[in-house]
């Protein structure tokens, strides 16, 4: 099973949530009464705010999670308004991403011992969430460059895909992976893969250290995934992109360890990796890594079940 670590987008803060909102509804009384402002400047303005606020930090998981679904929703209500809006389609597929993996996929894999009906259940949910995200992300590309999804389909001409695409591709991809991965029983789900490494491949085409290792991460995911893949070439994926993140980044870490170590049943090597994200985490707090830390301190917790 494909495993995927978040990014370095974190879940805005609920003060700054509230002071978007304040400003959004400041600015549409001045538009309505002044009358010289159109519609589309304003619906331009919200979306730039709330693509700002899709990058501010917040290290409490539990508070992320609980004002993340408030900020998702009306970010994808202003991004239906602004579909080729890049920096908000960044937002909005890298937050249902990160929300499908830290608070419903994650917790599936913790019930799964003693709740298989629920586990699956959430696997369900958060595999709806990816196919969300993944859209919004696609939905942009495709509005930027019609035809998008059949040249990637190799019914086109060839992709090249500019650089202020990328991290909005890296997202299509990352939360395409993860929902063919939770998807298995589904053959035209599973068909699409091939797809969904292209649209990674196209990015590391153009930035391979993307988000301080985290496409790195993602390629390595592919690659040991994909039928007839290297584990060797996985690995120098995940070193690139361990590298990628100068020691800041706990994802590739367990990203490896699960991957590789793993499916390798090196339990040393599995251990060794999972405590190097957990100091990682702990030296450098962000959201990303608090949830790496929890997760590897779980795997930890139960690898006498895993070897």
Known sequence: MLKFGVGTAAKPALSRICSLIWRTAAGAAITVLCACSPQSLLLRAAADQLAGQGQASEE?????RDASAFY???????????????????????????YAYAFVALEADRLESTDAKAAQRLRERAARLYARAHRHAMAALEQHRPGFAKA????????QLPAEQVA???????????????????????????????????????????????????????EA?????SMRQAE?????????????NAGPWVAKAETL???AGDRASFEAQLQQ???????????ANALMRERAQWLLASADDRF
């Open 60 to 64: 409490d998981l539990l508070l992320a």
């Open 72 to 98: 998702l929703k009306l970010s994808e209500s202003v991004l239906r308004q602004t579909p080729g809006h890049l920096p908000l389609a960044e937002a909005v597929a890298g937050g249902f991403t990160q």
């Open 152 to 159: 990637l389909a190799g019914k086109g001409t060839a992709l």
């Open 168 to 222: 909005v591709a890296y997202w299509a991809a990352a939360a395409w992976g993860a929902y063919i991965a939770l998807s298995k029983d589904q053959p035209d789900a599973v068909a699409d893969l091939p797809r969904a490494i292209a649209l990674a491949q196209l990015a590391w085409a153009r930035d391979p250290d993307h988000g301080e290792g985290a496409l790195a991460s993602l390629m390595g995911s592919f």
């Open 225 to 229: 995934a994909r039928p007839g893949g």
């Open 236 to 248: 120098a994926y995940f070193d690139r992109a361990i590298a990628a993140g100068a020691g800041r």
């Open 261 to 263: 170590a793993l499916a």
């Open 277 to 287: 994200a957990i100091t990682i985490a702990t030296n450098h707090p962000s959201l």
